[in-house]
């Protein structure tokens, strides 16, 4: 019988108690966002229903922040160090604002630079594409388990109540109560790493942008849309300021139904184990000050080649030297973002032929604003905005006005929209792009 | 957006072959190592007055595409033409070392790390590894490319060009390090015998002609799609920033550089050696393993087109689905995208122009495969692993790459000449180097993930072992062209490496303004 399986078939609970009940909660987790997106995605299915019939479909993506080189195209370091700062997002429960930390990479790697023991340097850099759902989802059965990871993968010096909430938090629709894990934990954020913390870097937003990127959309002249940000824009999936969502979602939507004369429709999803993957990271351009290459010191601690969960950059056992003495593309390594610039990230999606019909073309639900600059639309970054909005403040312009016929929405425009009217899914992308 | 202001620019400043490039029968390669402060600059002098600018490349296009018009072959010229580029010693040497700061991979050179060059030294038979910079014929480490000077004619050219090759050498105080003779091979093939250099980006911006301002880039009336302008069919549009330093990367752009380092473009030049025996014969072996394994046969010839991604002619997989035989005209063999089907349309002269279909499964490739050699170096209209097709646009660079050595006898293998090494001289202009050439190059042809996922480049990229430092085999994935069933795709392995770098360098190409500045013209 089909079951999803933890993210690269980790098996953090091997021989213990807990791990079958953890196994079963897993599944259903997931099954439950498949669940969710299906009935408004007809080319969206779940192996749980129907077989997949592929092989892997790998879709691949930066690691580093498309949003933040959008925003200092010319300069590297600021860049750099702009990925490194933490932001915040107000996560009350009651309206008193409740600001937790998070970081602003936002392309489902996130990273952080440990000190070197003499505090001069970096000692090593950790990578990580884990959802925050999988963490809450096992320390919900087993917390002793979550703090021993991360005693091994963060510091010896975790005590459990440090991964403790000391109030109730919002998390995505539901509410992570007083006492339980917390992850924003100051381990898992200004002291460290464990897992993603962004708050559009989650297993739900994969699942969500998948499905709804398997509708075909239209402008309001009736063509298709075939252009990556614009179908972002308009379909209202994950962050058009990104290199993952627009490429996942266009690679998705191309797939299930292609551009081609007569295409034959394809039902798609994402592969088991349901994850987010690093792939791995350029061969050959960590190297030391002679630019010899260092095989080994960036590797993958948890999950595998193609599919790693956790990866690190350190001196292996035995190296004479330390991080301050590597090279990133013949330059001194000084920042973690150096580093996730090399770094290729993957999903994996699979399709079935199930029978169904070519889908009608959709109109759009969202449309994007930009700022009113010279600057080319591709080279900005956009603001996801519903259909009925118009585009005002700082983003005054409507960057592709044939979505929506600028201020006016789908109804008005380009006849009635034939899929219920979506909120934006990801308002909390815009932290990381624009603040 | 076609009737937006475009900047003029300085033709007289312009080296000719970073636009519109030299295209000429022949082409003759020389570099020299001197970073002598006072050499250099009397060397300069002595060539700016032969240097050939954007204004005398132009009026041979002209003198090209009117030949073409009337079905004459292509127009010889009686004049030698010169430009040159500099290395970073040497514009630190003039005083210029603000052309470091211009571009990074400039100033660090050109490392295994950028290019994904092969970084043992030897070989697994302790011979001297061709592909290791150290073991370069031009570029490497002892012999540092300052002064590289290309020459163009249409006959003759070593004859024409050694004079002023000689005149260079005795007001540097130094030999060459380096010479090598470049021609067009018939029909505008590379060695493996396919039609080469066949797209690329037309450039926005004026140029001024006497009293009259004329476009760099004819517009054709293409139709504009998704923000996209272009001139021919298959031609997008970009700035002249995006190959020119201080030009403007977009209307209303400023990048605010003095003139003397406006007007100036990096040279990526790299020597690759092509091994045509070794294309040929594992092509074979490769066709015959895919058709085993996919249960469909396919030809070697049919598996070349699919490496390259465009039958020899030139035709695009993406425009036929065999090889037409027989080229296409210029409103049509670029006229394809991949994703999304092109319409027919007409041109504003009346030309009517075919339309070409999209790719079924365009993230399986069954038309044209993901790892064909021009999806991988220009996906077009598809997202990538980096960004979507305005940002591949802007990673497109000026290639002005000519074949070194005489053409492959496929009738007589065992010839003698067969025996001697062959290649292409490749060269690019672009304002980044780190931006354009090493994206493509580092991230895309030497990835089996990028720009999507599904296997390596294995015509020319290069896949290096992280523990030998040697060359792997290059591995893809093949799936079967009918739109339906093959979800599983077959894996096709190239064994060999067919194409190797044997030197390189990146150099600055300056404008005739920066060469009026750091090297002024003596006094007799």
Same mark, same amino acid.
């Given at each position: 019988m089909f079951s999803y399986a933890p993210p690269a078939n980790l098996d953090d609970l091997a021989g213990r108690p807990t791990r079958a009940a953890f196994l079963n909660a897993w599944h259903a987790h997931i099954k439950g966002d498949f669940d969710r997106e299906i009935a408004n995605a007809p080319l969206f299915f779940s192996e749980v229903s129907n077989s997949a019939t592929s092989a892997d479909l790998p879709v691949a993506w930066n690691a580093f922040p498309l949003a933040l080189k959008r925003r200092h195209p010319n300069d590297t370091v600021a860049r750099w160090n702009a990925a490194d700062q933490l932001g915040t997002t107000d996560l009350s429960t009651n309206g008193t604002p409740l600001p937790m930390p998070f970081r602003r990479q936002d392309e489902y790697c996130e990273w952080f630079a440990y000190p070197s023991s003499d505090g001069q340097s970096i000692g090593r850099i950790v990578f990580t594409a884990e959802a925050p759902e999988y963490w809450i989802e096992l320390a919900r059965h087993d917390f002793d388990r979550v703090v021993e990871l991360y005693q091994r993968h963060v510091s010896s010096q975790v005590v459990p109540d440090d991964l403790r909430l000391k109030q109730d938090i919002s998390f995505g629709n539901g509410v992570l109560k007083k006492g339980t894990y917390n992850p924003y934990n100051a381990w898992n954020a200004s002291q460290g790493v464990m897992h993603l913390t962004h708050p559009a870097n989650t297993l739900g937003a994969e699942i969500n942008l998948a499905a709804r990127a398997t509708v075909p959309r239209k402008d309001v002249t009736g063509k298709r849309i075939t252009e990556a940000r614009r179908l972002a824009c308009g379909s209202n999936f994950g962050d058009p300021n990104r290199s993952s969502d627009p490429n996942i979602g266009l690679g998705v939507n191309l797939t299930a139904f292609s551009a081609a004369t007569g295409a034959t429709p394809q039902s798609i999803t994402l592969a088991n184990p349901v994850a987010l993957y690093i792939d791995r990271i350029a061969p050959g351009v960590i190297t030391d000050e002679n630019d010899n290459p260092l095989p080994g010191w960036f590797k993958i601690v948890r999950g595998t080649t193609g599919r790693g969960l956790m990866a690190v950059l350190e001196p292996p056992a035995g190296a004479t030297f330390g991080l301050d003495k590597v090279q990133v593309l013949g330059r001194k390594l000084t920042h973690g973002g150096q580093v996730a610039e090399q770094i290729q990230m993957v999903l994996y999606a699979k399709t079935a032929s =199930? $029978?169904?019909?070519?889908p009608p073309l959709e109109s759009c639900v969202a449309h994007c604003c930009r700022p !009113? /600059?010279?600057? #080319?639309t591709d080279q900005v970054n956009l603001a996801h905005t519903e259909a009925s909005d118009s585009c005002s403040g700082a983003t005054p312009k409507d960057a592709f006005p044939e979505l929506t016929g600028g201020a006016a929405g789908p109804a008005g425009a380009g006849g009635p929209a034939a899929a219920p009217a979506l909120k934006p899914s990801r308002k909390l992308t815009r932290l990381a792009s624009d603040g | 957006m076609a009737d937006d202001p475009e900047p003029l620019l300085d033709a007289g400043d312009i080296q000719g072959n970073i636009l519109p490039g030299f295209n000429r029968n022949e082409q003759y390669f020389v570099a020299f190592s001197c970073d002598n402060k006072e050499a250099l600059q009397n060397a300069l002098a002595a060539l700016r007055p032969r240097l050939t600018t954007l204004l005398t490349a132009l009026d041979h296009r002209d003198e090209r595409k009117q030949a073409f018009k009337a079905g004459f072959g292509r127009p010889r010229r009686g004049d030698l033409w010169l430009n040159l580029a500099l290395g970073p010693r040497a514009s630190d040497a003039l005083g210029a070392g603000t052309v470091r700061v211009l571009d990074q991979a400039f100033d660090t050179g050109m490392k295994a790390n950028i290019t994904g060059d092969p970084t043992a030294t030897k070989l697994t038979d302790g011979t001297p590894n061709p592909a290791h910079r150290d073991n370069w014929a031009v570029g490497s480490r002892s012999k540092p490319v300052d002064l590289f000077l290309i020459f163009a004619h249409d006959q003759n050219i070593e004859e024409e060009a050694e004079p002023i090759v000689e005149q260079a050498s005795v007001l540097l105080g130094a030999a060459p390090n380096y010479r090598e003779k470049a021609a067009v091979l018939p029909g505008g093939i590379e060695h493996f015998g396919f039609r080469d250099g066949v797209s690329q980006a037309g450039v926005r911006g004026y140029i001024r002609e006497g009293e009259l301002k004329r476009l760099l880039t004819t517009r054709y009336g293409v139709p504009s799609r998704n923000g996209i302008d272009f001139g021919k069919p298959g031609q997008p549009l970009v700035w002249p920033g995006q190959f020119l /330093? $201080?030009?403007? %990367?977009? =209307? +209303? !752009? %400023? #990048? $605010? =550089?003095t003139p003397e380092f406006s007007n100036g473009s990096f040279l990526v030049f790299r020597r690759l050696s092509q091994d045509v025996a070794a294309f040929d014969s594992d092509t074979v072996v490769m066709a015959r393993e895919l058709s085993e394994a996919s249960g469909q046969p396919i030809s070697p010839e049919e598996l070349r087109a699919r490496i390259v991604g465009r039958f020899r002619s030139g035709a695009a997989l993406m425009r036929h689905e065999q090889d037409p035989g027989q080229a296409e005209g210029p409103d049509e063999i670029n006229y394809f995208a991949f994703g999304i089907e092109e319409p027919s349309i007409v041109l504003a002269d009346g030309t009517a122009v075919k339309g070409s279909p999209a790719d079924p499964d365009v993230l399986r +490739?069954?038309?044209?495969?993901?790892?064909?050699h021009i999806r991988k170096v220009n996906p077009r209209d598809l997202v990538t692993d980096i960004s979507d097709e305005p940002q591949t646009l802007r990673f497109q660079m000026l290639r002005r790459g000519i074949p070194f050595g005489l053409p492959y006898d496929r009738e007589n293998p065992e010839s003698a000449e067969n025996q001697k090494e062959r290649g292409l001289l490749f060269l690019s202009y672009q304002r980044s180097i780190e931006n354009q050439f090493s994206n493509l190059n580092r991230r895309w042809m030497n990835s089996a993930t990028g720009p999507q996922a599904g296997g390596f480049d294995l015509l020319v990229g290069q896949a290096v072992g992280e523990d030998s430092g040697l060359y792997d085999s290059k591995s893809a994935l093949f799936f079967r062209p009918s739109p339906t069933g093959d979800e599983i795709g077959t894996p096709v392995n190239s064994?060999?490496?067919?194409v190797t770098p044997t030197g390189g360098a990146f150099l600055f190409a300056p404008s005739i303004t920066f060469i009026d500045t750091f090297a002024p013209a003596r006094v007799a």
């Open positions: =199930l $029978g169904h019909p070519a !009113d /600059t010279p600057i #080319p | /330093t $201080g030009q403007p %990367n977009y =209307l +209303g !752009d %400023n #990048p $605010g =550089l +490739g069954r038309r044209c495969p993901v790892w064909s064994p060999r490496q067919w």
